[in-house]
């Protein structure tokens, strides 16, 4: 199947400089994927190669199959939602009016737009002048426009940025559902924890680099990063540093009913035995690296290559 958006060694230069360089990525029918990078990593470069305001110094970028400067480019666009960072509406119009507004350009009939305010959340406030929105129905009235044509692939910059906990879970959870519609999301972000949760896939870039591309579990893997141990219990005699002598373990906290270890993920069964062979063991939690972990490593790696 045709890949919904495809990047294939694209590289942008701004004369001397490489704002991007041989990237290439690939994101299918209903998957939700994090562009993720620090200030300056390439992000909104990457949009904006997609959205086909800019075109590629080198490489290729295809959306569902065709090129976005190409003579296909406003079919392709009808196809496409954009959410750009920091949105602003008319704060005097109604949701409803800036919908119109936004329907009239993009070509699509305000009977198309009737249940964008369902999809959102947000009928109870269509007809609400924006200026009395908070900040996470403006997001949300955001998302209504970039879904006007109900487009097969949304591109979301910094969606979650200023929004609380609460609104962010939300936010995600309206993605989940236009996931299961079929729709594809590239999401770029720097806000991270949290965001593994709602995404297929992860693109970390770095300095115009791709540093790594895949699935939260493939990334892990590669990162080959520690897991930590938490262990329950009461023990007040049990020498933890001689149980643990012939492995590769780290004891990060000790007293007599918490312990804490570090270990590398290929010695975990090997720990996991000898701690249920302590009959004072009450509880175990495993806890996987987390995305922070896993983007720390990746950006640590291009750090001490360069
Ligand atoms: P942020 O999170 O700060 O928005 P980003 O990852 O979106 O960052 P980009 O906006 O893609 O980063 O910029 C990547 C690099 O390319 C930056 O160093 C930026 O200064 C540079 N750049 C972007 N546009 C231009 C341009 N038109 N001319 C020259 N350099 C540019």
Do not use: C
């Amino acid at each position: 199947m045709t890949p919904v958006l495809e990047l294939d060694q694209v590289s942008k230069q701004y004369g001397e400089f490489s704002a991007l360089k041989g990237i290439s990525l690939k994101l299918d029918e209903g998957k939700i994927m994090g562009l993720l990078g620090h200030n300056g990593a390439g992000k909104t470069t990457t949009m904006k190669l997609v959205l086909g305001v800019i075109s590629p110094s080198q490489g290729r970028v295809h959306m569902f199959g065709a090129s976005p400067t190409g003579p296909e480019a406003d079919t392709l666009r009808r196809n496409m939602g954009y959410l750009p960072e920091n949105v602003s509406f008319y704060n005097q119009l109604s949701g409803r009016e800036v919908l119109t507004y936004f329907g009239k350009l993009k070509g699509v009939s305000a009977a198309a737009q009737v249940d964008l305010f369902d999809r959102v959340g947000l009928s109870h406030a269509a007809d609400r002048r924006v200026k009395t929105y908070s900040k996470g129905m403006r997001q949300r009235l955001g998302l209504a426009q970039a879904l006007l044509g109900y487009p097969k692939l949304l591109m979301l910059d910094e969606p979650t940025a200023g929004l609380d906990p609460t609104a962010t879970h939300e936010f995600y959870e309206m993605l989940i559902e236009l996931r299961k519609q079929g729709t594809s999301v590239l999401i770029s972000s720097h806000v991270l924890p949290g965001i593994e949760k709602y995404i297929d896939s992860i693109a970390i870039l770095g300095g115009g680099n791709l540093l790594a591309v895949g699935t939260p579990d493939e990334l892990g893997q590669n990162a080959q990063l520690p897991l930590v141990v938490r262990v329950k219990g009461d023990w007040p005699d049990t020498d933890w540093q001689s149980q643990f002598a012939q492995q590769d373990v780290s004891l990060l906290h000790v007293n007599g009913q918490h312990l804490e270890l570090s270990t590398p993920l290929h010695n975990k069964l090997q720990v996991m035995r000898t701690l249920l062979a302590e009959p004072a063991v009450e509880d175990i939690d495993l806890i996987p690296p987390s995305l922070d972990d896993l983007y720390g490593h990746y950006n640590q790696q291009v750090s001490s290559a360069t």
